[in-house]
């Protein structure tokens, strides 16, 4: 035996035992901990109740009203100092994710519909009562111009901007094409697709390499409902919009990423996301066998904001309750 080797075998046994002694704590609290819930009964399983409400609808006055985490979530400081703006923030999927990033230390800038400000002011005093600094921006994203100045405004009430979430959406079920009109047509194209665009455009020039975009996509982006035939249309166009973008912005150290929802419980839904007399069979067909809540998706949106995920850009997510959609 050398002296190289017994030099190198004592490094190995000194890794393994250090390796050891760094788990022990990890090994010990872990034996306390309490089991992770069962996914098929986490949240309600039984169907909802048929309900409607005029678009955009409140999630204050949905039947369960949507678990987005406002009491479940914590945070670790994985957005520490970090500068967010999200679109349809006040509620469902997009307010999960505000809550998410303002409890993991980001600041937080909402958009939403002006019809929606009870839900806003709902959850910007939540957060702001937790010491959270939320700034609320609200305007109807099929105005170019509204969205054109978005992503400037919320840098300048925030000191910055290093994430952009492009969640808000416009979904109306109709059987046929037959009973789309124009005017539904253009406002699911203008607030899905266009605003997307707009509010791109304008954030990249305030966006520093390190910066990440999450688009919310949709299992529709790849496997149409037949109902949804405009809304599933662009969400389509988000996900090979995120896929180009984000092969455009990869000299530039910016991120681009999507989440591709499944049966997510919402305003969505009763504000003419479901067809008539339909709602008691959402999420039924999963093999979870239930609709999802927003708080589901809430950690894969702080997981792609966070910068140990740097490696990854151009990919799709999804949260589907077992379907493999996506």
Not at 8 to 36: E, F, N, S, T, Y
Not at 39 to 59: C, D, G, M, V, Y
Not at 150 to 167: E, F, H, Q, S, T
Request: net charge neutral; hydrophobic share 40%; charged share 20%.
């Amino acid at each position: 035996m050398t002296d190289s080797t017994t030099r190198r075998d004592m490094i190995k046994g000194a890794a393994v035992a250090g390796a050891g002694l760094a788990a022990a704590p990890a090994l010990a609290a872990g034996q306390g901990a309490k089991p992770a819930p069962n996914p098929a009964n986490r949240f309600q399983t039984e169907p909802f109740a048929e309900q409607k409400q005029p678009w955009p609808a409140l999630q204050r006055n949905m039947h369960p009203v949507p678990d987005c985490g406002e009491a479940s979530y914590r945070g670790s400081g994985r957005l520490s100092g970090r500068k967010a703006l999200v679109t349809g923030g006040d509620s469902g999927i997009g307010r999960g994710a505000v809550i998410a990033f303002a409890r993991e230390g980001a600041a937080v800038a909402i958009n939403y519909f002006p019809t929606e400000e009870p839900d806003a002011q709902d959850v910007a005093k939540l957060l702001r009562g937790e010491g959270h600094k939320i700034e609320l921006i609200p305007g109807d994203l099929t105005d170019g111009a509204f969205c054109d100045g978005l992503p400037g405004r919320a840098a300048k009430a925030l000191g910055g901007l290093d994430i952009v979430v492009n969640n808000a959406a416009y979904q109306q079920s109709k059987a046929s094409i037959d009973e789309i009109s124009f005017e539904q047509f253009d406002r699911t194209m203008k607030t899905n697709l266009y605003a997307m665009f707009h509010i791109c455009k304008a954030a990249i020039p305030l966006m520093k390499a390190g910066a990440c975009i999450i688009n919310t996509a949709s299992v529709n982006s790849v496997s149409p409902e037949k109902e949804l035939l405009d809304y599933a249309t662009t969400k389509g166009g988000i996900l090979i919009f995120t896929k180009a973008l984000a092969k455009q912005l990869a000299s530039k150290g910016i991120r681009v990423n999507a989440i591709a929802p499944g049966p997510i419980w919402t305003p969505l839904q009763v504000a003419g996301g479901q067809l008539p007399g339909e709602m008691n069979k959402f999420g039924q067909d999963t093999p979870l066998g239930r609709a999802g809540q927003p708080a589901e998706l809430a950690g894969l949106y702080v997981t792609l904001a966070d910068g140990s995920t740097s490696y990854t850009s151009g990919s799709l997510f999804s949260a589907n309750g077992g379907t493999g959609v996506a």
